[in-house]
């Protein structure tokens, strides 16, 4: 779910950082605010049923599953990450679990369909579609997480160093995302031989993995002052205003300059 994390955080962060729709009061405090809640505390997580979300792709759900029980990986559980589904309510998913039968990568599907006038402005211009269908392969190996998804162009901050993402197009097939993420996997065992990869067995395991990758990806936060310059750079296309400079500094709980 890294990637899932990633995206979260974004969708705000888009908006306010390309001056689509500020609301009133919503200033460079209150965006770290909101992004301290997605990548502060550790998230509460729970299983739930998929009758729970009407509005979900259940087909999609059950295509990812059926495809990779077709290539030995076992299914462990539907989940909701309630931490998320609080600061976002009108945009509630759930996250469907998988591990290979190897137990070296566990998989995450899941379908956001994003909603609310921010959202919608972000799909008026283009930057985000009405429907993300993501699958996301994860392998832990001894403090590397190895990510590879379907999210390209659109997990758009950047993940801590602890995470080598690979984003593959939307439309990519599961079978072609399946060998990118297999293959990166054999490269980076080569280059560190003497580390083994985490064993993903129970739900347990892959819900402690998870809270692993949290961390790194919180600390990371913390470290950048929630939103670092290269970023905001890279949303706006640009150099910073003197006012997006005030912005930012905002944001990173700085002094006025």
């Keep these: 779910m890294e990637v899932f994390f990633l995206m979260m955080g974004l969708w705000l962060v888009v908006a306010v950082a390309l001056g689509l729709r500020r609301p009133t009061g919503f200033g460079g405090s209150a965006l770290r605010a909101r992004l301290d809640a997605v990548y502060g505390e550790p998230h509460e997580l729970a299983r739930v049923s998929p009758e729970a979300f009407p509005e979900a792709d259940l087909e999609f759900y059950d295509r990812v599953r059926a495809d990779l029980q077709g290539r030995g990986?076992?299914?462990?559980?539907?989940?909701?990450?309630?931490t998320m589904s609080r600061i976002y309510p009108h945009n509630r998913t759930f996250v469907r679990l998988l591990v290979d039968a190897g137990g070296m990568i566990r998989a995450s599907a899941y379908h956001l369909h994003p909603r609310g006038v921010v959202i919608s402005l972000l799909q008026l211009v283009q930057l985000f579609p009405r429907h993300l269908r993501v699958v996301e392969l994860v392998t832990e190996i001894q403090?590397?997480?190895?990510?590879?998804?379907?999210?390209?162009?659109?997990?758009?901050?950047?993940p801590p160093p602890e995470a080598k993402v690979e984003r593959m197009p939307l439309s990519t097939p599961l079978a072609e995302i399946i060998a990118s993420h297999e293959k990166r996997i054999t490269a980076l065992l080569r280059m560190y031989p003497e580390r083994a990869p985490v064993s993903f067995e129970t739900y347990?395991?892959?819900?402690?993995?998870?809270?692993r990758a949290h961390v790194a990806m919180a600390?990371?936060?913390?470290?950048?002052?929630?939103?670092?310059?290269?970023?905001?750079?890279?949303?706006?296309?640009?150099?910073?205003?003197?006012?997006?400079?005030?912005?930012?500094?905002?944001?990173?709980?700085?002094?006025?300059?």
């Design 73 to 82: 990986y076992r299914c462990i559980g539907d989940i909701e990450d309630l």
């Design 143 to 158: 403090g590397i997480f190895l990510v590879t998804s379907n999210t390209h162009g659109i997990d758009r901050l950047e």
């Design 204 to 211: 347990d395991d892959l819900v402690a993995s998870m809270a």
């Design 219 to 257: 600390r990371h936060r913390q470290k950048v002052g929630g939103l670092s310059r290269d970023e905001l750079e890279r949303l706006k296309g640009r150099p910073l205003s003197q006012t997006e400079e005030a912005f930012l500094r905002e944001v990173q709980g700085k002094p006025p300059g």
